[in-house]
Each structure stands twice: as C-alpha cells, then as structure tokens.
C-alpha cells in the first residue's frame, strides 16, 4: 500500500546520513509502540520513516513552502526555529504521496504537541525522542514510561523541556504548554 522503497530513497537523497539513521530508528521504534498499543504498524512506521523528511532542507527550499503555503515566518526566524520542518513536513508528504491526514497530522504535531493529539500522534512524537543510539538516564526512563502511559511519558517529556528551556531563559512553546497543562490536568 506504501511504496516505502521510494520514501527510502526520497529520504536518503533530502536529509543528511545522521538524519536518515535517526528516521529509519524512530520508524522501527513507531511500529514497536505501534503493536504495543494496538494501532496501525505499517502506517506507524511510514510515518516515522518520513517525519524529518524537511528537517535538512535547504534555507531557499524552506523559504519557497513558506511563501507557497503562507506558512509563519514566526516559527522560522525566531527561537523556534527547528518547528518549521514539521509544518512543511506534513504538507511535503501529502504532494509527494498523498499520505492521509492522520499521517499528516501526526508529522505535524511532532515537535511542539497539539491539544488535539490522538493516540497515533503521541507514538510518533515519543518514538522521536526515545530512539536514540546514544541513551541517557532521562531517555532511558522516558521510554520505560512511553510504554507504559503515553500521556505521563509526555508530561515528563515536556516538564524536563521546560526546565532546560528555562536555564537559557526561554519558554516552552504555547501549543506545548496548553497540551502539557491539559495532559496534567487529566492524569492528576
Ligand atoms: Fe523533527
Ligand atoms: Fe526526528
């Protein structure tokens, strides 16, 4: 159903060696979490195959969606800079493929959240961060917890993020806070 071969090679000739091992990583790990909380595999790991597919664009290339797409330059110029590769991601991949809107979506919501997260989003968005060659304690309990209950992965996700932002006297991003806030609220 997906020509994964094509999105392979895509990926490899648009993002860099680093970045092509960290998707095909997260892709593996999206379709385990995929089987663990009973959703779609196949769709799991396109999906993380294909997340950064925008990461390593070029600065003209980003600038040609932005001005297709009227996408923010806000998200590009300013502190949060490394969003803007999720919104022209999930518009890459529907020109490209035609991926559906819960892969769309789930790309789109891969790096800040989205109060309106399905369950499929929050499998992508944490197989992002726990795929990782190079573990650490704080990774390490992520994924135990991303097993076990992915709203309480995500509140610790987002709680360290916070922490680190603010050393470096920044904020979390507003769409992260809002989820982050609704997901304590939820799980208190
Ligand atoms: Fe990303
Ligand atoms: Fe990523």
Do not use: P
């Amino acid at each position: 159903m997906y020509n994964i071969e094509k999105m392979t090679n895509d990926l490899k000739n648009n993002v860099s060696s680093f970045r092509y091992n960290h998707s095909l990583m997260v892709a593996e790990e999206a379709k385990k979490l995929a089987k663990h909380y009973k959703l779609d595999k196949e769709k799991a790991y396109v999906t993380g195959l294909i997340h950064d597919i925008a990461k390593d664009f070029s600065y003209e290339e980003i600038d040609k969606w932005i001005k297709e797409y009227n996408l923010s330059k806000d998200l590009y110029l300013k502190i949060y800079k490394d969003i803007i590769h999720a919104d022209i991601g999930s518009i890459v991949v529907k020109k490209w493929y035609n991926l559906d809107n819960e892969i769309c979506n789930a790309i789109l919501y891969h790096t800040i959240g989205n109060i309106n997260m399905t369950k499929f989003d929050k499998i992508i968005f944490l197989a992002d961060k726990i795929a990782r060659k190079n573990s650490n304690e704080f990774i390490e309990e992520l994924k135990i917890l991303t097993y076990k209950n992915l709203d309480k992965a995500l509140i610790f996700y987002f709680n360290e993020q916070k922490e680190k932002l603010k050393e470096r006297n920044l904020e979390l991003h507003k769409n992260s806070l809002e989820l982050l806030k609704l997901l304590e609220k939820n799980n208190q």
